[in-house]
């Protein structure tokens, strides 16, 4: 048996073993926060930005069916007409 003391080497060691877990479990939870600070701030930006920009495309869609449709319906005349008179239209 060893004998006992207030601290024995093993016990030392173990504490410092700790000790450093400690501090490194402590450093990347801190690291991890500030990711978090950082990057979270950056994402709603760009979610918001992707938003803007699919509104504008759908809008930009929604005129230009709007003037295909008019086109289309300046067009239905000429199927009443021949085929020649079509030609000298164009």
């Known amino acids: 048996k060893k004998p006992s003391s207030a601290m024995d080497s093993d016990t030392i060691k173990k504490v410092t073993v700790y000790k450093a877990?400690?501090?490194?479990?402590?450093?990347v939870?801190?690291?991890a926060i500030l990711a978090i600070w950082v990057s979270l701030p950056l994402l709603i930006q760009q979610a918001s930005h992707v938003r803007r920009s699919a509104i504008e495309d759908l809008t930009a869609c929604q005129s230009h069916v709007k003037d295909v449709w008019s086109s289309v319906i300046?067009?239905?005349p000429l199927r009443s007409h021949n085929r020649t008179a079509r030609q000298t239209y164009w």
């Open 21 to 27: 877990v400690g501090y490194v479990s402590v450093c």
């Open 29 to 31: 939870s801190s690291v």
């Open 74 to 76: 300046a067009m239905r």
